[in-house]
């Protein structure tokens, strides 16, 4: 079966290019060009036609071939250059359709196939993936890691330690009549201690990987009517939540995803906090102060032309906050001390926001703190190592003389886990989810 995509986006633009990959790339290539010598790896200048009726798709286009293994997909990849119109990608896609064994592909599956032809491993397949989908340099950078394979040879690294250390523990069941030198168990007992040392530094990250590739929370939270709304929209440039003089107008939260200076940042709305005048408001007070302890980082709207401020919100100020005392514009004094980072704003003249961005991405930035060079970027990834650390665990609380073959089960499963990571396991039940969120093309 011959798979055939879109890979580009839609028209109308200078160039869109279509992928085709499977076992009669090269023979549908000659249908649809009437070239008899393709050349591999080089730029194949010629015609699209329809064989159908011989008709032109289009009369300048480029062609490119690759031969198997050497491709993306480790089997023979074409790609078609063509001008970048709704119609012809339309024609073109038409005409491969009508191709015997030919069907459009799945979300992903160049890429399924790649790792299925041993191409890639799982971590950079999920990688790729996050290069097409990030938004921010910091998601750009950090996909760029793993694509480049840090993650995956330092995973491997570990898994080829604990394969080694399971042989000498099987070498000691097997010949058991013969001695394996104590040194030997000595030796397999501190290599195993010491991946348990390196697992547990990666775990302890902060979630910055994820966070990285899903956003820091930010959420914003205050009193009523001190212009929280009012900031959700400045800085997301756009009207994302309703500004109303009526107090309570925001009763749910509002979330809007934006990119602080190359800082991924999800940013929410929340009610105002005040002592509830209803069951509705109530909630969402209750909303808001769930999703401030759930935040990275908190941004403490207050009204600086207000005398008072509600105990409940001043709780919330610590030094993981950053208060803004809101309304310069109607007194350009700071009428409230707090032992946490202050700045004097005023949304409505878009006064010292610069100041505030500033602020977002210095206090982000020093969460970048890990223990490891390597960072966790999906839960997936977490669970596994999780799984991994109390498998090796067991091994280490065991008596290896004692319990030799229930020590070499540990040693296995925590084995399994961590190549689940990089796909070095039957992997058939997660590779759906993994390849689901793809374009079509890839």
């Given amino acids: 079966m011959n798979i055939y995509a879109l890979s580009s986006g839609r028209g109308p633009s200078g160039i869109a290019i279509l992928r085709l990959s499977g076992k009669d790339t090269l023979k549908l290539c000659k249908k649809i060009t009437k070239l008899e010598n393709i050349q591999a790896n080089e730029v194949n200048f010629c015609k699209f036609y329809d064989p159908k009726n011989g008709n032109i798709i289009d009369p300048e286009s480029i062609l490119l071939w690759f031969p198997k293994p050497n491709s993306y997909t480790g089997e023979d990849l074409a790609e078609f250059h063509v001008h970048g119109s709704n119609a012809v990608i339309n024609s073109f896609l038409k005409v491969l359709s009508e191709q015997e064994d030919c069907r459009l592909a799945e979300p992903g599956e160049?890429?399924?196939?790649?790792?299925?032809?041993?191409?890639?491993?799982?971590?950079?397949?999920?990688?790729?993936?996050?290069?097409?989908?990030?938004?921010?340099?910091?998601?750009?950078?950090?996909?760029?890691?793993?694509?480049?394979?840090?993650?995956?040879?330092?995973?491997?690294?570990?898994?080829?330690?604990?394969?080694?250390?399971?042989?000498?523990?099987?070498?000691?069941?097997d010949f058991a009549e013969d001695d394996l030198p104590e040194k030997v168990l000595q030796e397999v007992h501190k290599s195993i201690k010491d991946i348990y040392v390196n697992i547990k530094k990666i775990l302890e990250d902060n979630k910055i990987g994820e966070k990285i590739r899903d956003g820091f929370r930010v959420s914003i939270v205050g009193e009523v009517n001190a212009g929280k709304s009012s900031l959700l929209n400045l800085l997301s440039k756009r009207e994302v939540a309703i500004v109303s003089e009526e107090e309570g107008t925001t009763r749910d939260v509002i979330e809007t995803y934006l990119n602080i200076d190359g800082y991924p940042v999800i940013l929410a709305d929340t009610a105002g906090i005040r002592e509830a005048k209803n069951e509705i408001e109530k909630k969402g007070i209750s909303l808001a102060l769930g999703k401030s302890k759930e935040a990275d980082l908190n941004i403490v709207m207050i009204d600086n032309s207000s005398p008072k401020i509600n105990d409940k919100v001043k709780k919330l100020i610590n030094n993981d906050s950053i208060v803004l005392l809101n309304k310069s514009d109607i007194t350009n004094k700071e009428n409230h001390k707090f032992d946490a980072d202050t700045i004097l704003v005023s949304v409505k003249d878009n006064k010292n926001i610069d100041q505030l961005i500033?602020?977002?991405?210095?206090?982000?930035?020093?969460?970048?703190?890990?223990?490891?060079?390597?960072?966790?970027?999906?839960?997936?990834?977490?669970?596994?190592?999780?799984?991994?650390?109390?498998?090796?665990d067991k091994f280490l609380k065991k008596d290896q003389n004692k319990d030799i073959e229930l020590a070499a089960e540990d040693l296995r499963m925590a084995t399994r886990h961590l190549g689940s990571i990089v796909g070095k396991v039957d992997v058939e039940e997660i590779l759906g989810s993994i390849f689901k969120d793809f374009c079509i093309g890839k």
């Fill in 110 to 173: 160049f890429t399924k196939l790649a790792f299925q032809n041993d191409k890639m491993d799982l971590v950079k397949a999920e990688s790729i993936g996050d290069l097409i989908h990030s938004e921010t340099e910091l998601q750009r950078q950090q996909a760029i890691q793993l694509v480049q394979g840090n993650a995956s040879n330092y995973y491997n690294e570990l898994r080829e330690k604990l394969i080694k250390s399971l042989a000498y523990i099987e070498a000691k069941i």
């Fill in 358 to 392: 500033k602020k977002l991405k210095e206090k982000l930035s020093k969460k970048f703190i890990s223990s490891s060079n390597v960072l966790i970027t999906r839960e997936r990834h977490r669970v596994k190592l999780n799984e991994c650390l109390k498998e090796i």
